[in-house]
């Protein structure tokens, strides 16, 4: 449990305990996430209503950051980890049993917390108009529920797709940041593809 005076080496998830931790949690949020993405289209009849410039360069430099900071913040706790342990297994495969507490689990729920505030690119892209993919819409549902999967269950590789998925995401929404301020990178080409 996290309270106020409680470190993140000290973070420990516990079922109905920490905030969101219910499995009602993530059911709900995808839940809500789907009627409200698809009563938004639905009203809106596939037009624009429009979302200030400012506002989007502000939602993608949030991402960027917080994916930075899981990202380093994981990557870093799980070099100590593989030091301490003497070994890169538990990266693969945790131990069964191994207690969801820790500086490791901490960035994986910090991380299940993020994808809560992910679904607003899916307002957003509603908002502007922009045709929504089957993709799109599946992997903001499954990652959410596969990152309160890792927690409640201590899933083996959660480490290693925390940081291939927030890696990607730097990438990504530094992207969409320099591009929301009307200054596309000189990698574009790259990335879109």
Same mark, same amino acid.
């Given at each position: 449990?996290?309270?106020?005076?409680?470190?993140?080496?000290?973070?420990?998830?516990?079922?109905?305990?920490?905030?969101?931790?219910?499995?009602?949690?993530?059911?709900?949020?995808?839940?809500?996430?789907?009627?409200?993405?698809?009563?938004?289209?639905?009203? $809106?009849?596939? *037009?624009?209503?429009?979302?200030?410039?400012?506002? /989007?360069?502000? %939602?993608?430099? =949030?991402?960027?950051? #917080?994916?930075?900071?899981?990202?380093?913040?994981?990557?870093?706790?799980?070099?100590?980890?593989?030091?301490?342990?003497?070994?890169?297994?538990?990266?693969?495969?945790?131990?069964?049993?191994?207690?969801?507490?820790?500086?490791?689990?901490?960035?994986?729920?910090?991380?299940?917390?993020?994808?809560?505030?992910?679904?607003?690119?899916?307002?957003? $892209?509603?908002? *502007?108009?922009?045709?929504?993919?089957?993709?799109? /819409?599946?992997? %903001?549902?499954? =990652?959410?529920?596969? #990152?309160?999967?890792?927690?409640?269950?201590?899933?083996?590789?959660?480490?290693?797709?925390?940081?291939?998925?927030?890696?990607?995401?730097?990438?990504?929404?530094?992207?969409?940041?320099?591009?929301?301020?009307?200054?596309?990178?000189?990698?574009?080409?790259?990335?879109?593809?």
């Amino acid at each position: 449990m996290m309270g106020p005076s409680v470190t993140y080496a000290q973070f420990e998830w516990e079922t109905g305990v920490t905030p969101f931790s219910s499995p009602a949690a993530p059911v709900t949020g995808v839940l809500l996430y789907l009627f409200v993405v698809f009563g938004m289209r639905t009203a $809106l009849g596939g *037009k624009a209503l429009g979302v200030h410039r400012s506002l /989007v360069a502000l %939602h993608n430099l =949030v991402l960027f950051a #917080a994916s930075g900071i899981m990202f380093v913040g994981c990557a870093y706790e799980a070099v100590l980890e593989v030091n301490r342990v003497g070994s890169t297994e538990w990266l693969f495969c945790l131990p069964i049993g191994t207690p969801v507490k820790g500086p490791i689990f901490f960035w994986s729920y910090v991380y299940y917390l993020s994808k809560f505030y992910e679904l607003l690119d899916t307002v957003i $892209l509603v908002l *502007k108009g922009k045709p929504l993919t089957f993709l799109h /819409v599946f992997h %903001h549902s499954a =990652v959410m529920a596969m #990152a309160y999967l890792w927690l409640e269950s201590a899933q083996s590789l959660q480490v290693l797709g925390l940081l291939f998925n927030t890696g990607v995401h730097v990438i990504m929404y530094y992207y969409y940041f320099l591009c929301s301020l009307g200054l596309p990178p000189p990698w574009k080409k790259i990335i879109t593809n």
